[in-house]
């Protein structure tokens, strides 16, 4: 299909849905976009990372293309509701002096708030750098998907979305963080949350998971099917990079 994004270098930023080790699926939902769009993928995501890491992958992408890409994709959050990350501030604010309408006025102003142990500051911290790094590039942020129960033996056991973290929140905080950022970023969200039908927790959805007594947490290749369709057309209606 002939698209604005045919040929394009689109880099994958994440956590174990992306990762190219596939976990729990034979096809990621980036190799499903190549062949529906015809893009190539740089993929940078890695199991269990969270957003105090997308600093982290972002500087590998640059070290190793520089601004030869032409698009970001950052799928991640699911982990640090996992973790149970407290949510923080967006703004730190602190008083100073400014000059308005012919006179000095002494103002609260807001700055970003970049504190990796919340998750607005781990936000603020990865947005800055891939706005800066990465100005004439389109940046997309993807809203994980509903989470549902995983067992991985020992104490790895993650209970599904209708109980909440250690921190006490569900996970549509988490998400709304991220639609949020998107205003403050002024960048494009995919909310897969909403879009992508996907909902693990109601057994008809278990066809789309890895395994259905163990783990309703990675999508299999139905899947990352489903979430690069819904992709697909979200992408088709945003430019594919701005160089």
Do not use: C
């Not at 070290?63 to 967006?90: R, V």
């Not at 929140?169 to 002024?186: H, K, M, N, T």
């Not at 039908?197 to 947490?217: Q, V």
């Amino acid at each position: 299909m002939m698209n604005q994004w045919q040929g394009k270098k689109v880099a994958f930023l994440g956590d174990s849905i992306t990762d190219k080790n596939h976990i729990g699926t034979k096809k990621n939902y980036w190799q499903f976009l190549e062949e529906f769009l015809g893009i190539k993928a740089f993929v940078y995501g890695l199991n269990g990372w969270k957003w105090d890491g997308v600093k982290e992958q972002a500087e590998i992408l640059y070290h190793e293309l520089g601004n030869d890409i032409d698009a970001i994709l950052i799928f991640m959050g699911t982990n640090d509701f996992d973790n149970g990350i407290p949510i923080g501030e967006w703004w730190n604010i602190q008083n100073e002096e400014v000059f308005s309408r012919g006179r000095t006025l002494t103002l609260p102003r807001r700055i970003f708030n970049t504190d990796v142990k919340t998750f607005r500051g781990r936000l603020n911290h990865g947005m800055s750098y891939l706005k800066d790094h990465f100005p004439e590039q389109q940046i997309i942020l993807l809203t994980p998907i509903h989470r549902g129960f995983a067992d991985f033996g020992g104490d790895n056991v993650q209970p599904e979305e209708s109980f909440p973290n250690n921190s006490e929140l569900f996970p549509e905080i988490y998400i709304e963080q991220l639609r949020q950022a998107g205003d403050i970023w002024s960048v494009p969200v995919i909310d897969l949350y909403r879009l992508s039908g996907l909902l693990p927790i109601r057994d008809a959805h278990s066809r789309y998971f890895h395994d259905e007594k163990t783990d309703r947490l990675h999508p299999n290749a139905l899947g990352h099917r489903r979430i690069a369709q819904t992709l697909m057309y979200q992408m088709l209606s945003l430019p594919a990079g701005f160089r």
